[in-house]
Nanobody, 120 residues
């Protein structure tokens, strides 16, 4: 019914940049909330950034000033622009989307995850 595709991860040197994307497709009426999460080996998953349909945006303190979350509504896509990357940003990044379908079903779904590795 709904498909969610993440992309943009990879290997980058400290100080470099990556842009992650989370694209939703299917019988979507509205997207309520998109959150980017990350989980490093041996650590709990944490919320990195979130954007709502009301354009409310939150970031975890450790990425403020470096990461930017934004949407392209026409493409049903939310991006996470990551600049000034640090080794401690290394993790699997996943997007979580809350949406409603055209037949009024509310769905909470996750992307498959994309690896971000920051290393020299």
């Amino acid at each position: 019914q709904v498909q969610l595709v993440e992309s943009g991860g990879g290997l980058v040197q400290p100080g470099g940049s990556l842009r992650l994307s989370c694209a939703a497709s299917g019988s979507i009426a509205s997207i309520y909330v998109v959150g980017w999460y990350r989980q490093a080996p041996g650590k709990q998953r944490e919320l990195v950034a979130r954007i709502t349909s009301n354009d409310a945006i939150t970031y975890v303190d450790s990425v403020k000033g470096r990461f930017t979350i934004f949407r392209d509504t026409a493409k049903n896509t939310v991006y996470l622009q990551m600049n000034s990357l640090k080794p401690e940003d290394t993790a699997v990044y996943s997007c979580n989307v809350l949406l409603v379908t055209v037949d009024w079903q509310s769905i909470n779904t996750w992307g498959q995850g994309t690896q971000v590795t920051v290393s020299s």
